[in-house]
């Protein structure tokens, strides 16, 4: 999968804004560097890009769900592609299997908010950043503080950058890569189906420390996002547990309002920064951040 994200992203600037993801809240394709912005201020934006593909799409192959894709990710969509989106899935319904089973929720519920067969915005993403070229920018985000906005991340990183703000936390902590692991995140989906018991950390790529900063980063991500018709909410009926921990916590809104699909979209087209209209736009992509200011 790296070498599919490294052919596309060597392709021309002009071949792969073909795909960009454009300003109303689509997620899949190429998101040029420079499209979001890192903060309430909108003074910087970020230096990442990337190219997201549909789960829907690497698995419906030649079919066409959401979008097409440059010819170097559809030449490996079915032997590499498709192939690593079902890997992720799997894994990842291990791990929702087993906080399934500790909120006490029946049986293959979390599975079945996140089914493999029905349409999501789950997505593929292989993230580039360039060297660090100016010192004076080392501690300043390359892409924007945030929770994840579905309900479980897989990250593969080669180098450092990543750094999480735990709740509970008002410091930043680097997550130093260890090769043949991965990194799970807990998203904003997860957080709210669980009541709060399971809870999204901030994250945010900044430039990697030490002399990893001397070369490009590269980033190799899964993200399972819940059916895109599914309402964001506790599930308070289907688990005491889940029920009792909503009813400890009088002041936090687990009844989002939003399905799957509109809370991504929301959070998407409010981080462009050619959507932007103040520091009112950033407060409203804001997701389960503990710290919605953290930068």
């Not at 890192?38 to 698995?59: P, Q, Y």
């Not at 029905?118 to 300043?140: F, I, N, Y």
Request: with cysteine.
């Amino acid at each position: 999968m790296f070498d599919v994200g490294a052919e596309t992203l060597a392709l021309p600037l002009e071949e792969r804004m073909k795909f960009e993801q454009g300003d109303n809240g689509q997620s899949f394709g190429y998101k040029k560097v420079g499209a979001q912005a890192i903060d309430g201020t909108g003074k910087f934006v970020d230096n990442i890009e990337f190219m997201n593909v549909s789960k829907d799409d690497a698995l419906a192959y030649p079919q066409v769900v959401h979008l097409t894709y440059p010819s170097t990710v559809n030449a490996r969509m079915e032997d590499t592609v498709a192939p690593f989106v079902r890997k992720s899935l799997d894994v990842t319904y291990v791990v929702l299997n087993i906080f399934n089973d500790k909120l006490g929720l029946p049986e293959g519920t979390l599975e079945s908010l996140n089914a493999m067969n029905e349409h999501s915005a789950c997505e593929v993403r292989c993230t580039r950043s360039p060297p660090l070229q100016d010192k004076a920018a080392m501690d300043r985000a390359m892409l924007a503080a945030h929770t994840d906005f579905g309900s479980m991340t897989i990250l593969h990183n080669r180098l450092g950058g990543l750094q999480v703000m735990p709740p509970g936390h008002d410091k930043w902590s680097y997550i130093r890569p260890i090769p043949g692991h991965a990194i799970c995140n807990i998203a904003d989906a997860l957080s709210i189906f669980s009541g709060g018991i399971l809870q999204s950390n901030i994250h945010r790529v900044v430039p990697p420390p030490g002399a990893q900063a001397e070369y490009e980063r590269w980033s190799l991500v899964f993200f399972t996002r819940p059916t895109s018709s599914k309402v964001l909410r506790a599930l308070v009926e289907s688990s005491p547990i889940i029920a009792d921990a909503v009813k400890k916590q009088p002041d936090r809104n687990f009844e989002s309002g939003s399905t799957a699909a509109e809370w991504l979209a929301r959070r998407v087209r409010n981080q462009r920064i050619n959507n932007r209209r103040g520091p009112d736009t950033w407060a409203a992509s804001r997701g389960t951040e503990h710290t919605p200011a953290a930068a």
